[in-house]
């Protein structure tokens, strides 16, 4: 069963809108962390944000924020005010277990964003 | 504060030829995970180490992938062997060892097999 899904391949935003890059997950384990990464045309992963499942508001980092919906398992990340370089691919991953130990990260496909001038 | 280095960056080799790909934590990390990214994929655990141990490498295929962890020096990723389906980016990831979630990156190293 697929436990990250990103069902928006690719998309397509004017440069200063905001977006929304969807992440829905599926764990049964109560204690999990969600993490974004970006992966820009150079090829490295770059840490954007994280949300523990336990976690009572919302991450944010600058212009990311996270929009976490337990109850329906997404995990949503939210760009305000993009620039162009933001576009990158961007990963939703998640990590189960958060205290049994640094355990190993499961990665959706993946969200290809292109910011438009 | 340096971050996770891997090398090299490129590595090419022929089919049959063995494929050693290094990683050094950052500084005061103890944990370093191993991931592969195929082609317009997302990346994929291989294996997890601590010093001198594998933890988890239930991601490993079974023939041909090792990997360690020494006492001294950096974490290698080996592959004997390489077949044309090894080509892929191999991505290190570190974390320190008080049980902060985060994992941080390496740049990858992207492996082709002629």
């Known amino acids: 069963a697929q436990k990250i899904t990103q069902t928006q391949p690719g998309m397509f935003v004017q440069e200063k809108e905001a977006v929304t890059l969807d992440c829905t997950y599926d764990?049964?384990?109560?204690?999990?962390?969600l993490f974004w990464y970006k992966q820009p045309s150079s090829g490295e992963m770059i840490f954007l944000i994280y949300?523990?499942?336990?976690?009572?508001q919302n991450a944010t980092e600058g212009r990311y924020s996270l929009n976490f919906q337990k109850a329906r398992k997404s995990a949503n990340l939210v760009i305000s005010a993009s620039q162009l370089g933001d576009s990158a691919m961007y990963f939703c991953?998640?990590?189960?277990?958060?205290?049994?130990?640094?355990?190993?990260?499961?990665f959706g496909q993946g969200t290809r964003l292109t910011i438009n001038p | 504060n340096a971050g996770v280095m891997q090398n090299p960056r490129h590595l090419v080799r022929r089919r049959g030829q063995e494929a050693r790909l290094r990683c050094s934590p950052m500084?005061?990390?103890?944990?370093v995970y191993w991931y592969r990214q195929l082609p317009e994929e997302g990346l994929k655990f291989m294996v997890y180490?601590?010093?001198?141990?594998?933890?988890?490498e239930s991601g490993m295929p079974k023939e041909r992938f090792s990997a360690e962890f020494p006492k001294e020096g950096p974490s290698i990723l080996r592959i004997q062997q390489v077949v044309r389906g090894d080509s892929a980016a191999y991505f290190c990831?570190?974390?320190?060892?008080?049980?902060?979630?985060?994992?941080?990156f390496g740049p990858g190293t992207r492996l082709l097999v002629l």
């Open positions: 764990t049964s384990d109560p204690s999990y962390g």
């Open positions: 991953a998640m990590r189960e277990g958060l205290f049994q130990g640094a355990q190993k990260l499961v």
């Open positions: 949300q523990g499942s336990y976690d009572q």
């Open positions: 180490l601590q010093k001198e141990n594998i933890i988890d």
């Open positions: 990831a570190s974390s320190p060892p008080s049980g902060s979630e985060t994992q941080y």
């Open positions: 500084k005061g990390h103890s944990h």
